[in-house]
């Protein structure tokens, strides 16, 4: 297998692995240091405030600071998230991480189908052995379709 030929996948020999991952533009450990920044700021001008007779200031710091603390962690909670696809010999495993919870389906080469779930720029349901997972979360929906064409193709190569 070549991998001139898939736009999505990474060829390793006889294996042919898809990482769709979401695009994050910030790691959570820098958003750790750019919160605490943020802290250091608002609360340290809160504190001025405070001290010159203005004592609400400090009060809505203090709830800005946590508001913008739980945006930031439904952020740095997602930021991970991401579809594994592997195919291996006989086998096809998709493995999707969600907020830290790993979900797993394996499947035998010869029995999965891979179709839209609804329309054309749904997402792709791969299904077989009484088992389906959706996949194409982290792709454009416009090349959902290109990415459902590249699996297929992998799973009918050998």
């Excluded at 898939?6 to 991952?21: D, N, T």
């Excluded at 007779?53 to 945006?71: R, S, Y």
């Excluded at 999965?112 to 779930?117: A, F, I, L, N």
Aim: net charge positive.
């Amino acid at each position: 297998m070549s991998n001139q030929a898939y736009q999505f996948a990474q060829v390793s020999g006889p294996a042919v692995q898809w990482r769709l991952k979401r695009n994050c533009s910030v790691t959570p450990a820098q958003l750790g240091w750019m919160y605490l920044s943020l802290c250091t700021l608002s609360l340290g001008i809160g504190v001025f405030f405070w001290m010159q007779g203005a004592t609400l200031v400090l009060a809505f710091a203090g709830v800005e600071v946590a508001v913008v603390g739980l945006a930031f962690l439904a952020y740095a909670r997602h930021a991970a998230d991401g579809e594994m696809i592997s195919l291996q010999g006989s086998n096809l495993v998709v493995e999707l991480e969600t907020a830290g919870r790993l979900e797993r389906a394996e499947f035998e080469r010869q029995w999965v189908r891979v179709e839209p779930k609804s329309g054309d720029q749904s997402l792709i349901e791969l299904s077989g052995q009484g088992q389906s997972i959706e996949v194409g979360r982290f792709v454009r929906p416009e090349l959902r379709q290109v990415l459902a064409r590249e699996i297929r193709r992998a799973l009918r190569s050998a």
